[in-house]
């Protein structure tokens, strides 16, 4: 579904600002990456932690 390809334009973004600031920091990390709310599609309204 559509949650999917946002997820992968999330990480594809992450991965590019991280490429771009790992010559000036070099420990740094990308955190979690999660859906939040999602609604419509077969399995309805879905809300993390709720």
Same mark, same amino acid.
């Given at each position: /579904?559509?949650?999917?390809?946002?997820?992968?334009?999330?990480?594809?973004?992450?991965?590019?600002?991280?490429?771009?600031?790992?010559?000036?920091?070099?420990?740094?990390?990308?955190?979690?990456?999660?859906?939040?709310?999602?609604? /419509? /599609?077969?399995?309805?309204?879905?809300?993390? /932690?709720?």
């Amino acid at each position: /579904g559509f949650e999917m390809e946002a997820l992968v334009a999330v990480s594809v973004s992450a991965l590019t600002i991280y490429d771009m600031c790992k010559a000036v920091d070099k420990s740094m990390t990308i955190g979690e990456i999660r859906l939040v709310r999602k609604s /419509g /599609g077969k399995s309805g309204l879905y809300v993390a /932690g709720g």
